[in-house]
C-alpha cells in the first residue's frame, strides 16, 4: 500500500536582498501550490491525506472545503502549537467541514498522548528533520505501527535496503528510476510505503526570490510537478493500492 501525504505549510525562509514578500503573499503561494498538487492528483484519480499546519487552517477555509470535496483526507501538522490552540482549531475545522480530524503530524515537538486521544485524534504521523545530512543519520528502522495510550503511532517509511527515509528531502533529489526501485523493492519487504512531500517544494524559487539552500532548489517547482506525476503514472501502471492515512489505519 502507498500512503501519499503532503504538509501544508508556508515557506519560511527570508527572502532576497530588498524584496519584501508579505505573509498574504506566501499564503498565496501555499494555495497555488497546493492547488497544482489536486490537478496532479485528479489526473491520477489518486486520494492523499494532507496535513494542514495548525496556524494556517483558520485561513485557508476555502481550500481545505475543497481538498476534502475531492475525497481527500484533511489532519492537521503540528509546529509550535499549544494543545488549546489545537483543540479549538480542530473544533472549528470539524464544524466547518462537517468531517472529523483523525490525524495529526508532528516534527521534534512531542505532545501528550492523553490530550490528543482526549482530543479525539486516532492517529499520529511522526516525522523528522529532513535535511542534506539527515539520510545519513538513519542506522535503525522501525515501520511498524504501535497502539499506544489509544492512538496509532505511524513513524517514517525506510528503504530496507538503502535505508533512505521517504521524506520530501529525498523524493527532491533522487532520480525518479531510482527513487520507484526503492518503494518497489520496500513493498516486497513492508506492507506500506509512507511518502511525504511539502507545497512550499512545488514552489517557482526563480519567480519567488527566497534565500533557500541551493540543494533545496534541485527540482523544485514545475520539475516537483513532473516527478509526482512520474511517480503517480508509475504507480497506476503497476497497479499499486494507495490510500488515505485514516483509511488504511482504521
Known amino acids: 500500500m502507498v500512503l501519499l501525504t503532503f504538509n501544508i505549510v508556508n515557506i519560511e525562509a527570508e527572502s532576497k536582498s530588498s524584496m519584501h514578500i508579505s505573509d498574504e503573499e506566501r499564503l498565496q503561494i501555499t494555495v497555488d501550490n497546493t492547488k497544482a498538487?489536486?490537478?496532479i492528483l485528479d489526473i491520477h484519480d489518486v486520494k492523499a491525506t494532507f496535513f494542514v499546519e495548525?496556524?494556517?487552517?483558520?485561513?485557508?477555509?476555502?481550500?481545505?472545503?475543497?481538498?476534502?470535496?475531492?475525497?481527500?483526507?484533511?489532519?492537521?501538522?503540528?509546529?509550535?502549537?499549544?494543545?488549546?490552540?489545537?483543540?479549538n482549531t480542530k473544533k472549528s475545522a470539524q464544524e466547518f467541514l462537517g468531517k472529523q480530524i483523525r490525524g495529526i503530524r508532528r516534527k521534534d515537538h512531542q505532545l501528550p498522548l492523553e490530550s490528543l486521544k482526549m482530543m479525539e485524534f486516532n492517529y499520529i504521523s511522526d516525522i523528522d528533520n529532513a535535511n542534506i545530512l539527515f539520510p545519513f543519520k538513519r542506522l535503525k528502522?522501525?515501520?511498524?505501527?504501535?497502539?499506544?495510550?489509544?492512538?496509532?503511532?505511524?513513524p517514517e517509511s525506510i528503504s530496507p535496503y538503502s535505508q533512505l527515509p521517504y521524506n520530501d528531502f529525498v523524493f527532491q533529489v533522487l532520480p525518479m528510476k531510482y527513487y520507484r526501485n526503492m518503494v518497489f523493492?520496500?513493498?516486497?519487504?513492508?506492507?506500506?510505503v509512507l511518502i511525504y512531500l511539502s507545497?512550499?517544494?512545488?514552489?517557482?524559487?526563480?519567480?519567488?526570490?527566497?534565500?533557500?539552500?541551493f540543494y533545496r532548489k534541485l527540482n523544485s517547482g514545475k520539475k516537483m510537478e513532473d516527478k509526482l506525476d512520474a511517480l503517480l503514472s508509475w504507480i497506476?501502471?503497476?497497479?499499486?493500492?494507495?490510500?488515505?492515512?485514516?483509511?488504511?489505519i482504521f
Request: glycine share 2%; aromatic share 10%; proline share 1%.
Open 236 to 248: 497506476n501502471e503497476k497497479e499499486m493500492a494507495t490510500s488515505r492515512m485514516k483509511d488504511y
Open 37 to 39: 498538487i489536486l490537478r
Open 54 to 87: 495548525v496556524s494556517l487552517v483558520c485561513n485557508l477555509q476555502n481550500l481545505i472545503k475543497a481538498i476534502s470535496s475531492q475525497g481527500h483526507e484533511i489532519a492537521f501538522y503540528h509546529k509550535n502549537d499549544t494543545l488549546q490552540e489545537i483543540e
Open 199 to 213: 507545497t512550499w517544494q512545488f514552489t517557482d524559487f526563480n519567480k519567488h526570490r527566497f534565500k533557500i539552500p
Open 141 to 154: 528502522r522501525d515501520t511498524e505501527i504501535h497502539e499506544e495510550n489509544g492512538l496509532s503511532r505511524v
Open 185 to 192: 523493492e520496500t513493498l516486497k519487504n513492508d506492507e506500506f
